[in-house]
């Protein structure tokens, strides 16, 4: 029997298919949100907010006040393992993320950062928040899995299916498997600390599993997830870690068996498949984030259906990628009204 602590989400990472349905979003304190709008324009930059625990708190809290979310997801970003390398990263208004080239010379000193103290805000963010938080509400923090993070890191920014990570690899498989390595390394060390700062389960998104050839996804994704997971797990062996390998398609299976608590779903995966590919993992997701635009018969449609699919099994609901700044408020009411007035 999984352990009864009062957390609904901790109860469901740890096997417990757990009713009503614990449920956060993915990107839950973002633009959709009036407050965040109005505290985003009292920061300088979007840097800056992610690195000032007062606000960066303040922004993780929102959702939580306004929805009483299961889970709060701490406000940050994945660029901050790679700002925290030496490499600058920026954002522009409406452009997305910009990041300096990757020199010899930042790699060169990755190991004098390898540290993560550049993150210590971070973690200030997390004990505040988790002392502010509702006793039944789990504080989860949160990493980019290293291709995921390397896709920007070489590419300076988005690309669209990870062009110039997938070239760099094939071209210079050795410098892009030190700069994996280094990932690995500083990425444990992040999780651990956020860990020690009071964050109580785990996120790595590799929101571009999509992205990586079949006959690569071991060495670029699951391996070095496998490795993060066990390094993360002799320091903290009872912090579960959810892993959402987006756009995986048929190696979603492959994810299942690294040592994970939980797998997250994307929109595009089936959760019934999912289950027989996962063992005992637990499953997050897969609302289709439109679903949640469109809201009314559309969404309680979309809703159902992931509850009859995951009846009876551990699942954490959420979105099948994150929310997108158009959803009218409304239709996140209309989603928790719902599934918290179904028992089964
Ligand atoms: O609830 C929350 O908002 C939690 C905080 C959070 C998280 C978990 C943010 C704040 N970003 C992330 C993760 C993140 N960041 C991912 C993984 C999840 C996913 O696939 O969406 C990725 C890929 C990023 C990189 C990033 N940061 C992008 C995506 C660019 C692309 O290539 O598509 C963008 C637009 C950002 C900026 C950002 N991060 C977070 C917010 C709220 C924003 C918008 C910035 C703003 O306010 O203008």
């Not at 979003?25 to 973002?30: E, I, S």
């Not at 390398?85 to 010379?105: A, H, I, M, N, S």
């Not at 509400?137 to 997938?166: E, K, N």
Request: hydrophobic share 45%; proline share 7%.
């Amino acid at each position: 029997m999984a352990e009864q602590n009062g957390k609904p989400i901790l109860n469901a990472l740890r096997g417990t298919a757990v009713e009503p349905r614990p449920v956060w979003l993915m990107r839950q304190a973002g633009r959709y949100l009036p407050e965040y709008l109005a505290l985003r324009s009292k920061a300088s930059d979007f840097m800056t907010l992610c690195l000032t625990p007062e606000l960066a708190t303040e922004v993780t809290l929102q959702p939580i006040k306004r929805f009483g979310f299961d889970a709060a997801i701490l406000f940050a970003d994945i660029l901050l393992v790679p700002h925290a390398l030496g490499q600058r990263v920026w954002f522009e208004q409406g452009e997305g993320p910009k990041l300096e080239p990757l020199t010899d010379d930042i790699r060169k000193n990755f190991a004098k950062h390898s540290s993560m103290s550049a993150l210590a805000p971070v973690y200030e963010t997390i004990a505040r928040t988790r002392a502010k938080l509702p006793p039944s509400t789990t504080l989860i923090g949160f990493a980019g899995a290293p291709w995921t993070v390397a896709t920007y890191m070489i590419a300076g920014g988005s690309s669209d299916d990870s062009t110039p990570a997938r070239l760099f690899a094939l071209r210079d498989p050795k410098a892009f498997s030190a700069l994996i390595e280094t990932l690995i390394e500083a990425t444990a060390t992040y999780l651990i600390a956020q860990v020690e700062a009071g964050a109580e389960a785990l996120q790595l998104f590799e929101s571009w599993a999509g992205t990586i050839p079949a006959a690569k996804i071991d060495t670029y994704s699951v391996n070095p997830l496998r490795r993060i997971i066990t390094k993360v797990r002799e320091r903290a062996p009872n912090t579960p870690i959810v892993v959402f390998p987006r756009g995986a398609g048929a190696n979603y299976g492959a994810y299942a068996h690294i040592g994970a608590a939980a797998i997250s779903i994307d929109a595009h995966t089936p959760l019934t498949w999912v289950r027989g590919q996962a063992g005992n993992a637990t499953l997050q997701g897969n609302l289709d984030p439109l679903a949640l635009i469109a809201g009314s018969g559309a969404l309680t449609a979309a809703i159902d259906q992931i509850l009859d699919d995951t009846r009876g099994t551990p699942h954490i609901f959420n979105l099948g990628h994150g929310i997108r700044p158009e959803t009218p408020i409304a239709h996140v009411e209309q989603m928790l009204a719902h599934i918290r007035a179904r028992r089964s």
